[in-house]
């Protein structure tokens, strides 16, 4: 392999000798026009014509399907989605679906998985594969009759979740594997006792049928023990199932390894700032979710609630530099589904769900974690370089350009005067955008830095 060097000012590798190098099959994919985007991803597979169809004519119109989803239905409300880029995952090129409304995350993913498949790569795993359940005691009288009887009839719970309850997981590989007493210290002085039940749920996300599991076992443990069980729940802290990902970028110029390592341990140190990393990378995470349909609101509490295990909030990626190489790790509980619920009913996610190509949820985990990590490194590389205004703001020129209420001829002018104010003053908002096209419409020319920001 050939010596990259990424140079600090730039971001840019400055050589690079591996002339077999490949390239994506989305390559230049953000300067095509509309028509031309749906042709491509039907050239490469990525969709078939009849999606292209569905997402030319808007999506979703018919309310029927709405009204199988939620209550009071009045409507749809349409998130943009758009295509990442560059991605190689694992050895496999992945053509990322994305729904989201925030300015620049499509483009940034894009833009740093071009630098990764360049100079280095992408590998994830899957550590576990149950899911929690929770049955919980709030005062328990005897926890030692508890854990004996538990510990005594857990076979046999197990047997008669499988058959009763879970039959349908049996089946597919899956099912009720285990039961786990935890004690837990009241501020009263006396104990509750919550029963973990652990299952594995293939590839649903299994929230439905873990909570059944745990409504049937409660009477079973109430007689049993003679207990009082007071709530059966899943939970999103799912430990027992997490995903990681890693990012290695080879030859990287030493300073610039260093300022990622450093930003990396700001972000391990102090909450204000984890808080702040951790949005960056479901920034990749929750957009993924979305298009496929899954619990980005249950994933968002697992994660989060895993950042602050130590006692701590702490970031949920570490990036560290050695001798030229720079590492990142994710480790999170992504617990998803490709089955069932929203992900099988809605032609969308089925879509994003086949542009994705996954066989199962671990691997749609996989492929979320790997986006985060990457949407993380472009942050934080953006944060130690050039910092997060330049390139934000200028993918947010158009935003701020149609929110002063330009029209489709006055936009080019507007955000070209835009681009200029921010190269001058590292600074943008919607008030130069407003005072530009004031003077635009009245002909009067803008001197920028000066009559645009008065």
Known sequence: MGRTIVDIKTSQPTLRNEADVETSAL??????????RYEKLVEIGALTAAEAQHLKSGGLKDLGLAEKFIENVIGYFQVPMGIATNFRIDGREIVIPLAVEETSIVAAASKTAKWVREVGEITTETLGELIIGQIQIARVRDIANLRTKLQMSKADFINMANRDVAHGLVARGGGVEDIVLR????????????IHVHANPCDAMGANIINQVCEYLKGPIQELTGETVTMCILSNLVDTKLTRAKVVIHDIEEDLGKRIEEASLFANLDPYRAATNNKGVMNGIDPILIATGNDWRAVEAGVHAYAARSGQYRSITTWTYQAGKLIGILEAPIVVGTVGGVTKLHPTAQMSLSMLKVSSA????RICAAVGLVQNLGALK????????????KLHIRNLTLGAGASEREVPLVQ??????????????????????????????VSPGTSALT
């Open 382 to 393: 953006a944060l130690t370089t050039v910092g997060i205004i330049e390139g934000h703001m």
């Open 362 to 365: 671990a691997e749609l985990s």
């Open 183 to 194: 004690e837990i210290d009241r501020p009263d002085g006396d104990k509750m006792a919550v």
């Open 416 to 445: 070209k005067r835009l681009e200029e104010i921010l190269m001058l003053t590292k600074r943008i908002s919607l008030q130069n955008a407003v005072e530009v096209l004031r003077e635009i419409r009245g002909a009067v020319p």
């Open 27 to 36: 390559a230049g994919f953000g300067k095509l026009s509309q028509d031309e």
